[in-house]
């Protein structure tokens, strides 16, 4: 059984062992790219949280989020898929998430996604079964095993701002492309999803120090 990064004493683990890997890794962290735990709830509600946020603003999601919770307080898989279309759309869901929401609870309840046996699995099989529902793509599945399950080997190759920390980081002449940046991630493993953790937090030191206004919210 992995280790899941869960709690802060599993973020410590993971994060010496990924310095023992990389010394880039090292010299970021020592420069104060440390990474806070961020665990959203796993299971069903954390998937439908992941998806309610995709391609809106974050004050967008929460108020959808906040929504959907009041009216439907006990948010499981057979709750959304016994829901009726105008009750979803009241709360602020587009059609597409409502198509992605429903085709997760159908796949949930039909046994074709075991949400529970995903923490178990190597990262590139339980990002496949997500991946496998239609609705769910690439990034909202690395989210969901990075940040509900603590998926210590996820790794959101497509995600700009991991592009561009690693340019950063590496002195790369351009942000690396998904591939590239799946190459360079090999010598990661299997901490990939630390890697991930700890090149956002270096993004976010990144943009403070070119702008400190911009990053204190000024």
Do not use: N
């Not at 898989?77 to 059609?95: F, K, P, Q, Y």
């Not at 998904?178 to 190459?183: G, I, K, Q, R």
Request: with cysteine; aromatic share 6%.
């Amino acid at each position: 059984m992995r280790t899941l990064i869960d709690t802060p004493e599993a973020l410590e683990e993971g994060l010496a062992a990924l310095c023992a890997l990389d010394p880039v890794m090292a010299r970021i962290v020592e420069e104060g790219a440390r990474p806070p735990l961020r665990k959203r709830a796993p299971g069903f509600p954390g998937l439908a949280a992941i998806v309610i946020s995709q391609q809106v603003s974050t004050a967008s999601a929460k108020a959808i989020q906040s929504r959907v919770e009041a009216r439907f307080p006990a948010l499981d898989a057979a709750t959304i898929l016994g829901a009726e279309d105008e009750e979803l759309r009241v709360c602020g869901l587009s059609a597409a998430k409502m198509r992605a929401l429903r085709a997760a609870a159908e796949a949930i309840l039909a046994g074709e996604l075991p949400l529970a046996e995903l923490p178990a699995m190597p990262a590139e099989e339980a990002h496949a079964a997500l991946v496998a529902v239609k609705g769910i793509g690439p990034w909202t599945a690395d989210i969901y095993l990075l940040f509900c399950l603590g998926h210590p080997d996820a790794f959101p190759a497509g995600d700009l701002a991991l592009q561009e920390a690693a340019r950063i980081a590496y002195g790369l002449d351009a942000r690396p492309r998904p591939a590239e940046l799946v190459d360079l991630a090999e010598s990661w493993r299997p901490w990939r999803g630390v890697a991930a953790k700890t090149l956002w937090a270096y993004y976010g030191l990144a943009k403070s120090r070119a702008d400190p206004a911009a990053a204190a919210g000024l």
